[in-house]
């Protein structure tokens, strides 16, 4: 599902903002983000099951979402003039197209401030239901 979203967000870029394919940390932990100003970082995806249907024999049906987290960091004094336009567009990225089986669809945003910074978090969530057989 990143590369989904990256793909995405490469094709529907957004002026004076630049898509990364880095991962939002560096390989101590560290934000990334929050050292490059105006640069879209999209994280690895997450995944969770919770039961639907439950049934005796094992069979079953769960819905399993998939969440992928995208951050970018602006200056929390003077916000890019686009800085509305990025968040629509980012937001958009789960009516992609390409990902087929989706039953829901969402998109939660966060803000942060971070000394001087705007750090703005997008949770990108796609559910399917899986049948356990």
Not at 4 to 17: M, P
Not at 35 to 59: C, H, M, R, W
Not at 78 to 90: A, E, G, K, M, R
Not at 113 to 131: C, E, P, R
Request: charged residues 15%; hydrophobic residues 35%.
């Amino acid at each position: 599902m990143r590369s989904q979203v990256l793909d995405y967000l490469n094709a529907n870029k957004v002026t004076g903002f630049t898509v990364t394919n880095a991962l939002p940390y560096n390989a101590s932990g560290q934000p990334l983000y929050l050292n490059n100003f105006k640069s879209i970082y999209v994280d690895q995806p997450q995944t969770s099951q919770e039961p639907l249907i439950d049934v005796l024999n094992g069979a079953g049906v769960v819905n399993e979402t998939t969440t992928v987290s995208v951050y970018v960091t602006t200056d929390a004094k003077q916000l890019p003039s686009n800085y509305d336009t990025l968040v629509s567009t980012i937001k958009l990225a789960r009516l992609d197209t390409e990902l087929v089986g989706v039953t829901q669809r969402t998109t939660r945003v966060s803000t942060e401030f971070n000394a001087d910074a705007l750090v703005t978090k997008f949770d990108i969530s796609f559910t399917q239901l899986i049948t356990n057989h």
